[in-house]
Nanobody
Framework: QVQLVESGGGLVQAGGSRRLSCAPSGRTFSSYHMGWFRQAPGKERQFVAAKSRSGDTTAYSDSVKGRFTISRDNAKNTVYLQMNSLKPEDTAVYYC???????????????????WGQGTQVTVSS
């Protein structure tokens, strides 16, 4: 059984930065492709960013491209989401997700991921 634990959420002012972390347990971290999704109140869960297990492939949603950076540290078994220039519309619950079998084309799809964390709230005030 894989467990994903997110941390780093909180309240931040518009224009500020926040870094989220996610650490999977149960199997070797390097086995997973990792992604971040978010869900705002009343909306569907949306893709934010993903990075392949090799680190060679990265994807971002258009809404965060240039502001957010996903990275992974295999030595620390952790994936990060660095969020800069935050906007009120970035307010959401952010979820970490892990996948064992994924492609560059499918890594943006919620259904491609096998495991999910409980989520961490990020609130951006204007």
């Amino acid at each position: 059984q894989v467990q994903l634990v997110e941390s780093g959420g909180g309240l931040v002012q518009a224009g500020g930065s926040r870094r989220l972390s996610c650490a999977p347990s149960g199997r070797t971290f390097s086995s997973y492709h990792m992604g971040w999704f978010r869900q705002a109140p009343g909306k569907e869960r949306q893709f934010v960013a993903a990075k392949s297990r090799s680190g060679d492939t990265t994807a971002y949603s258009d809404s965060v491209k240039g502001r957010f950076t996903i990275s992974r540290d295999n030595a620390k078994n952790t994936v990060y989401l660095q969020m800069n220039s935050l906007k009120p519309e970035d307010t959401a619950v952010y979820y970490c997700a892990a996948a064992l079998d994924i492609t560059a084309a499918t890594m943006i799809l919620r259904t491609s991921y096998d495991y999910w964390g409980q989520g961490t709230q990020v609130t951006v005030s204007s």
